[in-house]
């Protein structure tokens, strides 16, 4: 798929929240959470190096978004983003465990190099229209409130910029 049709996709589905003109993580868990019909929890862990930076937890009772606590702030505004891109289009993660009770999927998202990649459970496909899903988000965050912090984390500052640029 042309990334121009992938972006139209993404952003067409995230006008189906209806977020207002200025937004933030908590808008957009709100809004999802009324799309999903379950509570979505977000759970800031110090985990261990070479361990994921965000993880999508799936249980009989909702969604739990475990993200790197120590994150600079638009970084992680971006692993939430991206676990929550994956509620929005629908995606689902690998059944793990015995017990479906306690969790019945886990999607895992590591970081290579300073670039959020995530190829560990879901497709190649369903990686990227998470990003690019969460890119405009973010995009769309700090478009409505200030200018991105350029400091704060180079590489998701960069990846905005472009996108920018390119609208
Ligand atoms: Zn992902």
Redesign the pocket.
């Known amino acids: 798929m042309r990334t121009t049709d992938l972006r139209k996709r993404c952003e067409r589905r995230i006008d189906v929240l209806g977020l207002p003109v200025r937004f933030g993580i908590g808008e957009v868990c709100e809004r999802l959470e009324s799309h999903v019909g379950k509570r979505i929890e977000l759970i800031p862990m110090a985990l261990p190096p070479a361990s994921p930076l ?1 993880l ?1 937890i799936t249980d009989e009772h909702g969604h739990s978004v475990i993200y790197e606590e120590s994150a600079s702030p638009i970084h992680r505004q971006q692993i939430i983003f ?2 929550l891109a ?1 509620l929005l289009l629908g995606h689902t993660g690998h059944p793990i465990g015995d017990d479906r009770r306690h969790c019945m999927f886990v ?1 895992i ?1 590591r970081e290579i190099q300073g670039q959020v990649l ?1 190829r560990s ?2 497709s190649t496909e ?2 990227t229209e ?2 690019m899903t969460a890119t405009l988000l973010l995009q769309r965050a700090h478009r409505s409130s200030r200018p991105v912090t350029v400091a704060a984390d180079p590489a998701i500052a960069d990846i905005v910029r472009r996108l920018d640029n390119s609208l």
């Open positions: 965000g999508l991206h676990e994956h999607h998202d995530a459970c879901g369903q990686e998470a990003e």
